[in-house]
């Protein structure tokens, strides 16, 4: 019943970054995200850079892009992103293997969908709450970042659906979803690090 | 920031029910289920059957089998349907008022998404979790019991979205949706009752 594989989801602005550093960091556990794709940017030989631009941004939007730069490229490209989609699930596969993590973002939770430690959590937040996070951060006005949210909203919902074949934010993939803003962040890592005991 | 009122939406055989129940004996909350609809019917004066057998039905398909039996009463069951579900939500805003209860059902969330004391709460479970219960409770066969849950949640889905023209199950209207079968009835209402202390 212990879980000690954590993987996390998250609305764009709802602190689920700041959240899966904390739980972490109060358990010992170590934390993947940059560093993932950074190890396997190594493995695969291509510049990290590379790899980062081309996780949330889907085959169809990066293929316009590149069609349009470099037609030359186009029907490569492609393959390319499905190959990075596919060695980051086999990569977190192996690291989840270690236990003792928390993942967040990069589809974790459908790569580790048959992993009877993981537990896959969404975190998601009221606008207003996500607003102000995202405009402090960045210093923004509101309307910018409501902009930028729902633009990354986006990208991920699409690099998720179109990589999993499952829908973004649908309950069934996920043990726990949890409103950040109902009682802020610091009680959801609380929460979380509850359940884990 | 402290709750005292709870909603619970609940996919059918999640458990949703029982947990309702524990949490408000724990609380020393008031539970509202069928009361509330005994209440409504004493109010607006038609039979408890009648509101019961119409809550889970939708307009269609309530329609459907009333213009078959008394085809004269088609275009009139319809408001009656309609009428039914907006006093449900007036007289849920009017208990709500009092505070230290709990809701299952009833599309309480959606009438109580202003009120700032409610907290939200949608449960679910896997198949096979609800499947042993449902067959269990009603010495069905694993078949049936399957049945049983997909025409129940059908009738649920169904009758939400028609009333309140939203997506059941959707996680922006709930505060935390919350996998029961992932650690069991118990542990939810601990961690439930965690939340409102």
Chains 1, 2 share one sequence.
């Not at 729902?150 to 919902?157: G, P």
Request: charged residues 30%.
């Amino acid at each position: 019943m212990a879980k000690n594989i954590i993987t996390i989801g998250r609305e764009y602005g709802s602190g689920g970054y700041e959240i899966g550093q904390k739980i972490a960091e109060e358990m010992g556990y170590t934390f993947y995200d940059k560093e993932l794709i950074s190890d396997l940017a190594d493995k695969i030989m291509v510049s990290p850079s590379f790899v980062e631009k081309n996780d949330e941004n889907v085959k169809e939007q990066h293929l316009n892009i590149f069609q349009e730069i470099f037609p030359i490229f186009a029907s490569n490209e492609n393959e390319d992103v499905d190959y990075i989609f596919r060695e980051q699930g086999k990569f977190i596969v192996q690291l989840a293997e270690k236990g003792n993590c928390v993942f967040v973002g990069r589809r974790a939770d459908y790569y580790l969908k048959d992993n009877p430690d993981a537990l896959h959590l969404f975190l998601y937040a009221d606008m207003d709450f996500r607003i102000r996070r995202i405009a402090d951060k960045y210093n923004l006005s509101d309307e910018k970042a409501v902009e930028k949210i729902l633009d990354m909203d986006k990208r991920r919902r699409t690099s998720y659906e179109y990589t999993t074949g499952r829908k973004w934010g649908d309950f069934h993939n996920y043990d726990r979803m949890i409103c950040t803003s109902t009682f802020g962040i610091d009680k959801c890592v609380e929460e979380i690090i509850g359940l884990l005991k």
